[in-house]
């Protein structure tokens, strides 16, 4: 039986073509998948089989669908890397933090805003 009116469920699929020489993969008994180009072991969860019309037959065809990248983490790091700017300069302006406690905090203030930047870039 072929429905193939029902959609992949994802929008950005990756759809894993049999006749492709790239994109050669094997189904297991136990319902993982494995993609030969890249060695990578697909669960259940991680493939969906679709029906396609292929000449005159239908074939199922594993489409991958990408997790989304969640980027929360990078927006409030953003916000972080503002505020501590912000106090780098003031404690740049102070005169009360020119002694060694206010520069071990600009420095500790810097090379932090500094990995939070070399975060959000990778």
Same mark, same amino acid.
């Given at each position: 039986?072929?429905? +193939?009116?029902?959609?992949?469920?994802?929008?950005? &699929?990756?759809?894993?073509?049999?006749?492709? /020489?790239?994109?050669?993969?094997?189904? #297991?008994?136990?319902?993982?998948?494995?993609? &030969?180009?890249?060695? /990578?072991?697909? $669960?259940? *969860? =991680?493939?969906?089989? +679709?029906?396609?019309?292929?000449? =005159?037959? #239908?074939?199922?065809?594993?489409?991958?669908?990408? @997790?989304?990248? =969640? *980027?929360?983490? /990078?927006? @409030?790091?953003?916000?972080?890397?503002?505020?501590?700017?912000? @106090?780098?300069?003031?404690?740049?302006?102070?005169?009360?933090?020119?002694?060694?406690?206010?520069?071990?905090?600009?420095?500790?203030?810097?090379?932090? $805003?500094?990995?939070?930047?070399?975060? @959000?870039?990778?």
């Amino acid at each position: 039986m072929v429905q +193939q009116h029902l959609p992949v469920p994802c929008d950005d &699929h990756l759809s894993i073509e049999p006749d492709n /020489a790239n994109l050669v993969w094997t189904l #297991y008994e136990n319902g993982t998948l494995l993609r &030969h180009n890249d060695s /990578a072991l697909l $669960t259940k *969860r =991680d493939y969906c089989l +679709q029906p396609r019309k292929i000449q =005159d037959l #239908y074939k199922l065809v594993p489409h991958h669908c990408p @997790i989304p990248i =969640d *980027r929360s983490n /990078a927006y @409030i790091q953003s916000v972080s890397i503002f505020f501590m700017l912000m @106090i780098i300069f003031v404690y740049s302006i102070l005169p009360n933090f020119k002694e060694d406690y206010g520069l071990c905090s600009l420095c500790y203030f810097g090379c932090l $805003t500094l990995s939070f930047i070399l975060i @959000i870039i990778v």
